[in-house]
T-cell receptor, first 116, second 113 residues
Framework: DAMVIQNPRYQVTQFGKPVTLSCSQT?????MYWYQQKSSQAPKLLFH???????NEADTPDNFQSRRPNTSFCFLDIRSPGLGDAAMYLC???????????????FGDGTRLSIL | QKEVEQDPGPLSVPEGAIVSLNCTYS??????FMWYRQYSRKGPELLMY????GNKEDGRFTAQVDKSSKYISLFIRDSQPSDSATYLC?????????????FGRGTQLTVWP
């Protein structure tokens, strides 16, 4: 089945130690998104790639970076995780074309990040 | 005022009940409306996707959009314990909002046998 896969499902890191979360997709979608979701809150968009173009949200901390080496893969790098960065990180994809209807986003199962 | 408002619940109903979940919004540019279901420790799963006003039915689920009132609903008929999850509404204005999704905070639903 075509899907969005996130690894690892659970990640524990130390305060200040860099961590990388990965996302891959077999949907061949051109847009990939990273969200942060804290308990009982709505997912918060961090950034997204539209094809190769990176789009950062204005309130995303500089501590968060992303890479998209090809269509299928996208990475979220947290350079110096703080206790407030403990959350579920969700990757999503969609297929968007100029002038066409907006398509729904398809989510992976997330990576739950804990900070010691 | 948040762009999308959703009562977080929790909502607890007996099996077989009709469930009504709702969201209100303030941005008149929104024209694409989605409902996602999120089980504990899983990602959101798309349930319904509608464009503009009207009703859409899929099995036990009906999505309703009233753009004049800026109000959307999801109805679940003959609810089952397997429907126990958090339900997130989401919406987009299409190109006018750069395709970005705006989420409600989710309503936690429990269906007890």
């Amino acid at each position: 089945d075509a899907m969005v896969i996130q690894n690892p499902r659970y990640q524990v890191t130390q305060f200040g130690k860099p961590v990388t979360l990965s996302c891959s997709q077999t949907l061949n979608h051109n847009v990939m998104y990273w969200y942060q979701q804290k308990s009982s809150q709505a997912p918060k968009l961090l950034f997204h790639y539209y094809d190769k173009d990176f789009n950062n949200e204005a309130d995303t901390p500089d501590n968060f970076q992303s890479r998209r080496p090809n269509t299928s893969f996208c990475f979220l790098d947290i350079r110096s995780p703080g206790l407030g960065d403990a959350a579920m990180y969700l990757c999503a994809t969609s297929r968007e074309r100029p002038g066409e209807k907006v398509q729904p986003q398809h989510f992976g199962d997330g990576t739950r990040l804990s900070i010691l | 005022q948040k762009e999308v408002e959703q009562d977080p619940g929790p909502l607890s109903v007996p099996e077989g009940a009709i469930v009504s979940l709702n969201c209100t919004y303030s941005n008149s540019a929104f024209q694409y409306f989605m409902w996602y279901r999120q089980y504990s420790r899983k990602g959101p799963e798309l349930l319904m996707y509608t464009y503009s006003s009207g009703n859409k039915e899929d099995g036990r689920f009906t999505a309703q959009v009233d753009k004049s009132s800026k109000y959307i609903s999801l109805f679940i008929r003959d609810s089952q314990p397997s429907d126990s999850a958090t339900y997130l509404c989401a919406m987009s204005g299409g190109w006018s909002t750069l395709g970005r999704l705006y989420f409600g905070r989710g309503t936690q639903l429990t269906v007890w046998p």
